[in-house]
Structure formats: structure tokens, C-alpha cells
């Protein structure tokens, strides 16, 4: 079982969050996800949706960029970066610049379909996103396409709220499994939910959780990350 942890770049301050980095990678968290703030995070709950304006009147988006190369250093497995496509679109040269240090970008707003012309331009590895809604065809199309695993979303909506998994959803997700991992995304909170999404998927991303436990300082962080590590399945 594979758990993944999602920090937004810098938060809340840069010193802190490369500290939280460095306890991701000393209490052996399978990979990060570092989240690039953008001005309109569509897929964000009010959690982090107010963690990314918060970093934008601190720091350029250059700034997190740079970010990047240092956890980089402190941060030994797999290593990705979320944000939405304007950012790689408008800024294309200074993405592939530090794209060069990850394993994967998750472009939170594009489609499966649009993400491998995505992949295409910017030449590098994009992961596929699945959801409730997502048709046999575009489930097909994830898997054909994945290099790495599906990031299936668990729930509609936004991130944050509780974990659930209604019985289509787990056929759907059964049915990608068969043929590349699976990793489980938006309302997964504790070590319980761990546990749950631990029967149906390879992995779960934990991010909402993640910044509210930063938040209240970095011991609680490091407390709660030895909670979920205590059962990993």
C-alpha cells in the first residue's frame, strides 16, 4: 500500500515546509505531491483552496518552481507536482526546466484526453485522473495511456469531506486494476481510511488532512504522518 502525501509549495512557510518534506522522506512516505498554487483551483476544497491564496501573496510562482529543486534534495522517492494547466501553458519554458526533477505532473483541470496532448507538448509524464462519472471508454483511455498509475478521484466534488466509496465506483475501479495501480484521492483523512482504501486501491493520496495537521505546527505533522505509516498495508 503506497501512501502519498500532498504539500502545497512553501506552505505555510518555506523553512517549515521543507522541514515537512524532510519528515515525509525520514518516516518513509512512498511520494510526494507538491502542489503549485494557482489563482483558481477548481478541484480544491476550502482548505486548500485558502492555503493556495495565502502562498500567492507570499511567493511568485517562480518561487515555487524553485522549491521543487530543493525537495528534491531532501525527498529520496517519488516525486510529483500538482497544479492547473494554465500554469505549464503560460509558462512553458520555466516548467520544463523544473518538470526535469519530477516523476509526474497532475494537471487537476484536464481530462484524460486533452492530458495526453498535454503530455505531448510539454513532454513529460501526466498523470491520468478517473472519477465516478468517467465512461468504460475513458477509463480504457486512462489505461492505455498511464505510464505510472491512475489517480482515481473517490468521491464528486472537491477535496476534502469524508471518505466514501459507492458500489459503481468500486467496479471502476476494480476494473483498472486489472491492468495498472490504482491510487485514491479527495477525503482521505485518517489511518481508518487508509485501512478501508487499502482493500480496493494500491494507494491513497492525503492532502486536505495533510495541510490542516501542518497548520497546527510541525509536531502534530510529524505525529499524524507516524499515524498513517503505523499501518501501512
Given at each position: 500500500m503506497n501512501i502519498g502525501i500532498y504539500l502545497v509549495s512553501n506552505y505555510p512557510k518555506k523553512s517549515t515546509f521543507l522541514e515537512a518534506v524532510e519528515?515525509?522522506?525520514?518516516?518513509?512516505?512512498?511520494?510526494?505531491?507538491?502542489?503549485?498554487?494557482?489563482?483558481?483551483?477548481?478541484?480544491?476544497?476550502?482548505?486548500?483552496?485558502k492555503v493556495s491564496f495565502e502562498m500567492l501573496e507570499k511567493y511568485s510562482t517562480l518561487d515555487f518552481f524553485e522549491s521543487l529543486f530543493e525537495v528534491k534534495k531532501?525527498?529520496?522517492k517519488r516525486l510529483y507536482a500538482m497544479t492547473y494547466s494554465n500554469i505549464p501553458h503560460s509558462l512553458k519554458d520555466q516548467f520544463?526546466?523544473?518538470?526535469?526533477?519530477?516523476?509526474?505532473?497532475?494537471?487537476?483541470?484536464?481530462?484524460?484526453?486533452?492530458a495526453i496532448i498535454f503530455e505531448k507538448k510539454l513532454g513529460c509524464n501526466i498523470i491520468k485522473f478517473a472519477t465516478p462519472e468517467s465512461r468504460l471508454s475513458d477509463l480504457d483511455l486512462a489505461i492505455k495511456s498511464t505510464k505510472d498509475f491512475i489517480y482515481f478521484i473517490s468521491k464528486r466534488g472537491i477535496t476534502g469531506g469524508n471518505f466514501a466509496l459507492d458500489s459503481q465506483t468500486v467496479q471502476k475501479i476494480n476494473y483498472c486494476k486489472k491492468?495498472?495501480?490504482?491510487?485514491?484521492?479527495?477525503?482521505?483523512?485518517?489511518?481508518?481510511?487508509?485501512?478501508?482504501?487499502?482493500q480496493v486501491s494500491d494507494g491513497v493520496i492525503i492532502g486536505t488532512q495533510a495541510a490542516i495537521e501542518l497548520q497546527k505546527g510541525i509536531q502534530d505533522f510529524e505525529r499524524f504522518i507516524k499515524s498513517l505509516k503505523l499501518i501501512n498495508l
Open positions: 519528515i515525509c522522506n525520514n518516516l518513509d512516505v512512498d511520494f510526494l505531491e507538491i502542489g503549485i498554487p494557482f489563482s483558481d483551483p477548481i478541484a480544491d476544497g476550502e482548505v486548500l483552496e531532501l525527498f529520496k520544463n526546466k523544473y518538470s526535469k526533477v519530477l516523476d509526474g505532473v497532475i494537471l487537476a483541470d484536464l481530462p484524460t484526453r486533452e491492468h495498472t495501480k490504482v491510487y485514491l484521492g479527495f477525503g482521505i483523512r485518517n489511518a481508518n481510511d487508509v485501512a478501508k482504501a487499502s
